[in-house]
């Protein structure tokens, strides 16, 4: 039997919200660690990989690793039912070939369900570099993130990243000109206003706008977002579900070979 609660529904909506676009089906793997996944992209380029830790759920339940195969789109539906403070139980029985999704409105006062019918999706093991060191680590504002990418996709199809230990920058070409967005650390009082960076070499890097700009539907999840950036390796984007116990949401990019 799995079965885990959520005191307020609206993490895994946002968290359905960012990865729709990218990832058509995929498995949650609902193990004694959590909910996991781990899906690519349909051109392989990027890779999302979600872990909602045990500790982010209200009541978490899972006698054995429970495969569940979902279609985003079905996912995203199914949501649309939960209010952002309604409560949601996800039940799955061990032999069962649907899961059932609970939602609670915030004072008991509506119940709705739906019992979804799963899917049989081939899984690819997926090599994710866990415990690389990136030379470049930027934590930003996530809306800061967002503006950026959603700013300069209007000039061009790839954004260069260039890091160094005077800040970030971010780099579009096009036809009608080139444009620059520079962003440096700054302190603040408020976690999500600072800006930090950790740059031991400079890395420079090209990458596809298009996904920076899907990774960035994220943005409801977190305050912040860290970047994590190589030369020659994919790039890190990473939103966390609250507390380092409630666990994360990564984007991995695939850089743009130069011809």
Known sequence: MFEAKLSKGAVLKK???AIKELCKEVNLDCGEKGIQLQ???SSHVSLVSLHMKEHIFDSYRADRLKVLGVSMESLAKIFKICGNDDAVTIKCEDDSDQVQFVFEGEHDDRISDFALK?????SEQLGIPEGMQYPCVVKMPAVEFMKIVRDLKEFGDSIKIVGTKDGLKFTVEGDIGTGNVMV???DSDKDEEKVTLSCDDTVDATFAIRYLNFFSKATPLSNTVQLQIANDQPLVVEYALGDADSGSLRFFL???IEE
């Open 118 to 122: 799963l899917l049989d999706i081939e």
């Open 184 to 186: 440096k650390p700054r």
């Open 15 to 17: 968290v359905i919200e």
């Open 254 to 256: 695939a850089p743009k």
């Open 39 to 41: 899906a690519m992209d």
